[in-house]
DNA sequence: AATGAATGAGCCTTCATTCAT
DNA sequence: AATGAATGAAGGCTCATTCAT
């Protein structure tokens, strides 16, 4: 049964064999070396190719373009990010809200440990790119899932408020990465941002401080 | 016979006459333009130039490089944001902590009004140069002084705390910029930007959730 | 896997395939004909690349930049003309010092036979770039071997008087180009650089005129 | 009276009055001495503009453009040393035709005593825009006057020798400079170049080896 | 006479991308 | 599938030179 060459985004050949699998990885794996040692000037196609050992040719085999690659890394690195949350999740045996906030914390924390700089261009470039959202969705939906479950006496947040609590707490994590902050891997950071994020729930569940408003 | 130069940063031409001010204003606001008409792809020294309606050579008279010009502009723009808050907290008749959050709060989003593409490109352009840090800077201390008044009855910041607050409020309103969120001017997003703060600041005074730390 | 790469002073693009080493001799037949038509002024990579019938691009995947492009070349004239010598004593009938040292003059005049203002741009634009000294290095040697053969009842000549020597044959002849000499390949020029050998080389053994040195 | 503005070279208003005197003589001194710190890269008329401490629009009040500043950099520079060994001469006391070589030769070699980056830098730059010749001249019929004194015992030499001849000392001297030879100031040096300059002379004289010319 | 802001042609170089092998 | 030589549009930047003040 010949299997149809599904054009997915990029509309280049999808790797049906294990040769093909492995050269893709090899491509996301040079990108990332090649991110990681010079940032984001360095990374060239050509450069990328290099380093993964395969030919210019090869790359574009499997990528339409560059932002293709780029697209795919940060790809990975979320797909990364959130397995790791996830299976902290899973692992946690604090069952309270608390216990739950910390637990995706200080997984998205150490997401960032190793390769700090590849991640930082990672982050810059999509940026730079205005790729930016969709990325960030399935985070806030985690935040929406966890932080809102209405049955730990705390309320459900509306879009807004998902949208406040998760930009606020990756905001605080990515400049902590890109500003290489010290204290990055600090309980004493991670304690804030559990702190943050307590309170923005609990302040909400209390309906404190919505009135008062002053006439914009 | 030395002629006075800038800072070491930027050794151009300062300028002496009153032409030359008005060439340097002319191409900071090309660059504004270009920025907001093209974002950062079509952010060229030779389009700048063009838009400027002065010539490339001219250009860098004034600015060492591209990355001089960037630099410039943001921190143009920086400047800006921050006499937009102080003029805000000046003229702000509740004397409350909530009164001097929303206050701030509110400037800084408002700064955002207007040219939100070229602020866009600026701060994804001063990112992926990794600039970023020193422009933070004032904010937080804006943050650090507004937020931690001792004699309000709230616990001064520690610098973690500082960090962890200004960047996930900048965070989170960065994010509405750049994923151009419907709601950015909307009260209501304000309304949650104050609760976090406030909810935080409350929750650094009461030493909440302080102790609480499992074992990394 | 790393591609062998030339010698750090220009790490570009070795030549693998056939048709690469044929890009490579029209690149450095297209800066000499560039060279010989326009001088040193005309001589961009840019023209370059258009007389040779490659693409800019091309030309850059060979050579790091414009100055080891003419570094090639200045090697290329450099051999050809050491070749020449070289050819020239091996098939001398006359061996005696005369005659050796009349056969190298010749072939060294030769050298500028033809393209004459391609080489004069050569060695300016050697010159000007200040290479000048190891491309020397090996006529002086020739020099040093041809001349004081002690055998032939001369004296060894010191490092000085090599220099000298070598430089001051050289320096005849290089006038005589970029002078554009009508007597440039004359037999009486011939004559007279043979005999400046000669007489020096007799001098030198004869230890004249030594001592008598004025104090400084 | 008025003077007529006799337009010289290169038809620029030629300094009648003590201050533009000056100015020329800024103008050259801040060239000499952009040369000096920087070579010929750094030569670049705005850079000699300021070094000098005027205006880049005073500067071409008195040059019509680059080349004319080069020239008359070279020009005093070869002003200077023929005044040299004019000097010399005039001071030397000892008669013979070595005497007087060797006064020469150390004028020359002394000429390029002090500020060697300039005097090479000036050398190169008059090379790389095929200047060369005409300041030559000067020189090579001191030569001329000097080595033929036919009332010496010597014979007068044809415009071929004193080519050669001159061409071969100044060769020998440039090379030292150029290439920045340990020996250029020491005795040993100027020894050979007397050698060099007596041997040619006298086998001039002696008509050797003048006839045994092998057929080209 | 002097100033210096302005000019702009044109240089060198990069790098994403293609395509014949 | 893979290769890698070739492409060329486009960008950053320099610097000799002009001219209004």
Do not use: C, W
Request: glycine share 6%; net charge positive.
């Amino acid at each position: 049964m010949a299997r149809p060459r599904q054009p997915i985004e990029n509309n280049r050949r999808i790797p049906h064999q294990a040769r093909a699998t492995e050269t893709v990885a090899a491509i996301l794996e040079g990108a990332a070396q090649v991110l990681e040692a010079g940032g984001l000037p360095a990374f060239t196609t050509n450069a990328v190719a290099e380093r993964a050992g395969v030919s210019i040719g090869t790359l574009y085999q499997y990528f339409a373009d560059k932002s293709a690659l780029l697209r795919a890394l940060a790809e990975r690195e979320m797909t990364a990010t959130l397995a790791a949350v996830a299976k902290a999740l899973r692992s946690e045996t604090d069952p309270s809200v608390e216990g739950r906030v910390r637990a995706t914390v200080r997984a998205m924390v150490n997401a960032f440990r190793g390769r700090q700089r590849a991640r930082k261009a990672v982050v810059q470039a999509v940026l730079a790119q205005g790729i930016t959202v969709e990325m960030m969705g399935p985070i806030a939906a985690f935040i929406a899932e966890t932080g809102a479950a209405p049955h730990r006496g705390l309320a459900r947040l509306s879009p807004e408020q998902v949208f406040v609590l998760s930009r606020a707490l990756m905001g605080a994590i990515r400049a902590a990465v890109l500003e290489e902050q010290p204290f990055l891997r600090s309980p004493t950071f991670e304690d804030e941002l559990v702190r943050l994020v307590m309170a923005y729930l609990q302040a909400v569940t209390a309906g404190d401080p919505g009135p008062r408003r002053t006439i914009a």
